[in-house]
């Protein structure tokens, strides 16, 4: 058994099975709600006609009037932006919109380090100081009070354009678009480059297909719901992106070595990460020119640069997941994970954050202490029941700064403060039910090895781009696979390998390495995933991308035969642990031994039975597997000299001895039995166990070396020995435990646990 790391929630019956692709394809469409022919249409093939009128949104008029007036007055406009991909893509597409429109225009990203996140003082003062008469937000401003009123004060015009959760007030802006303020838009989740779009599109008078590139990058990145209008506008960002017009964007393409058609995938974990990069470890400004330039020189140097500084961010993030697991050593049940150290790189602790919630699947905050001020500067992600904009508003004046959404959230807030933050959400954490606070995986269908094929994986790939409210379908699998290995460097990944004809399907679960050696040879193994298809060498196989593993049966790990098998390899937790043996094993270092006779009489609850040796009795091996019902079985027996191998002594060989005993009456033990066994061709062993039988009948005695035959022994048959029925019962333990194959073992076992 190997209990699955999430619960598993089966959208349809999970016995049922598709033999028609279009079915998997109808059946995934119903799911996401889609059932007439022409909601269908619409999802499957997306039209930039199914896009709202950006004129819609409230205040954008007011906006766009007077931008054109600053743009005919030659005022100076300043794009103030952010430092994540969204942001960075939202400036880079205003710039551009500004420079066809011929605005005198530049842009502002405050330093993520210096200045934090969204409007500060300074840069608007220094802003009134280059005579800036106009500061459009891009995917920040809606909880930039002060500043707003800042600027109003020194006659500098603030258009606020975000999507970022509206607190209970509104800034004094001159204006602000904001889906949610516009009760005439009907999609609400845009990204901020969703909203830029809009503006420069209500700006340009015509629809500016040639932007949806960025728009597609900050979609994708920022992980809103891939619905509605933000999937027609990643759809036909990433053709627009596959075109390649862009030029930093294609020297970046090559650089992460994509090629042919770009997907979301490519966007969320190649192009996204870096420029992320570029604004978690430095200035932001790098990114922006990347995706502005026309200078083929710049452009590769900065792509070089940007390769580096991710390099680097992947560092940093492996050495903070490091240290902040070591500082995770008591935590309790329903405790959330609340980390700080001083020398925490603030860039790189959203994605630390978002690791660990993945991982230990509660809220989790990991922030850098600055000791100088007592100050605490991190990041926070949450889990799906756990709303942490809400719950962290309920306590705002605990912070210094505060902003984010349901799930992700930045903030800054006194070193004394801690505490009191800590205990407020451990105790709304304890208010959720026991399912909230495990990890639910919806699965869209249970699948059969042999209906897997390309055209399937094909229809599902209909519904592409994936995201956020559109994911990509899970699908289960149970079979055994041929081959169980561990990959990578480190063998930190998994994979398993299954032979259909002369086919290869495969599965690899990243980061599951650790399981390898939880599953048995011989064994189903259910495996949740994506299907896709991996392309290498010209070769195209089919493949699960593994997101959780279950065993739903015990296991049986047969290292018969091997002298000495590394048994801590296969330990996690020792108190769920049984080790027994006769006293005869090769494991004597491995921790508290028990006979299987007193293996019973533990108490503690057992996993894992680990069988050192033969036992003496087969019966006590049954009760105990019978009682105990572990969820694995090791069978480490191993044999220097086997009995079942030598030949078991005949009644007439019996006979024989007894007759010679009986003729010589007496003899010397040491003279006698190697001129036995040259006559006979019987091994030491042999003639000497057949004394014993007729010692233990009283046939015999043996007395200070020698043998003398008894007077008028009482008649008895063989078996009434029990040093007789005892080789017997070792033969027969030898070949049934030992010399038995896998199968024949696991079906007498299961039959000891149904017993």
Known sequence: MLRSRARWDFVTNKEKDFHENEDVLQELLAQ????????????????????????????????????????QDKEKILIYGDYDADGVSSTALLLKVFKELDGICDYYIPNRFQEGYGLNKEAILHAKDLGVNIIIT?????????????????????????????????????????????????????????????????????????????????????????????????????????????????????????????????????IGPRINAVGRLESADLAVQLLISEDINEIKEIVEEIEHLNQKRQQLVHKIVREAEDQLTNLGEREIIFLAKEDWHEGVLGIVASRLAKKYYRPTFILSLDQSTNTLKGSARSIPDFHLFNECMDVRTLFTSFGGHSQAAGMTLPLENKDDLIDHLNERLKQLPNESLQETIEISQSVRLENLSKKLIHEVYKLAPFGMDNPKPLFHLKDIPSEVTKI????????????????????????????????????????????????????????????????????????????????????????????????????????????????????????????????????????????????????????????????????????????????????????????????????????????HVFNDLNFIVSDAGKIHLTANPDKRELHDSKVYQQRKEEVEIERVLYYSNYKQLKQLFTKWYSE
């Not at 022919?37 to 709202?52: R, Y």
């Not at 909880?143 to 959760?165: C, N, P, R, Y």
């Not at 509206?166 to 999609?187: G, M, N």
Request: proline content about 3%; overall charge negative.
């Open 138 to 270: 891009v995917d920040n401003g809606i909880a930039s009070f002060q500043e707003v009123a800042l600027a109003k004060e020194l006659g500098i015009d603030v258009i606020i354009t975000d999507h970022h959760d509206i607190q209970a007030e509104l800034p004094d802006a001159y204006a602000i678009i904001h889906t949610e303020l516009s009760a005439a838009y009907k999609f609400k989740p845009l990204a901020g480059v969703g909203i830029a779009f809009k503006l420069a599109e209500h700006l340009l008078g015509y629809f500016p297909k040639h932007l949806l590139d960025l728009v597609a990058i900050g979609t994708i990145a920022d992980l809103v719901p891939l619905i509605g209008e933000n999937r027609v506008l990643a759809y036909f960002g990433l053709k627009q992106l596959t075109n390649g017009e862009n030029l930093g964007l294609s020297v970046l393409k090559q650089k992460c070595n994509i090629v042919g058609i770009v997907t979301e995938e490519d966007v969320g974990f190649r």
């Open 488 to 691: 990578g460097k480190d063998q930190q990944h998994l994979k398993l390998q299954y032979n259909r004809n002369d086919e290869r399907l495969e599965g690899i679960g990243f980061q599951l390495g650790h399981l390898g050696n939880e599953i048995a040879p011989q064994t189903p193994v259910s495996i949740v995933g994506e299907l896709g298809i991996n392309e290498w060498n010209g070769f195209e196989t089919i493949q699960m991308i593994i997101q959780d593993i279950g065993i739903d049966e015990w296991q049986l790990f047969d290292h018969r035969g091997k002298r000495q098998v590394n048994l801590k390899t296969f330990i996690n937790n020792k108190k769920e642990c049984l080790f027994v043996s006769e006293g005869t094993n090769l494991y004597n270092d491995i921790g508290k031994i028990v006979t299987y006779e007193d293996a019973l009489s533990e108490l503690y609850t057992v996993k894992r039975l680990f069988l050192l040796d033969l036992p003496k009795r087969m019966e006590n091996l049954r009760v105990l597997i019978n009682t105990l019902k572990p969820e694995q079985i090791h069978v480490n027996f191993y044999l220097e000299n086997s009995l079942y191998l030598q030949a078991f002594p005949t009644r007439e060989e019996f006979k024989w001895l007894y007759a010679f005993i009986h003729k010589n009456q007496s003899f010397d033990i040491k003279e006698k039995i190697p001129k036995i066994m040259q006559y006979k061709k019987w091994s030491k062993d042999q003639v000497i166990f057949m004394l």
């Open 32 to 71: 996401r709600n889609l059932h007439t022919k022409e909601e269908i249409e619409l999802f499957l093939s997306p039209n930039l006609n199914q896009l709202q009128s950006p004129g819609d949104l409230a205040m954008i008029d007011k906006a766009v009037e007077r931008i054109h007036k600053a743009i």
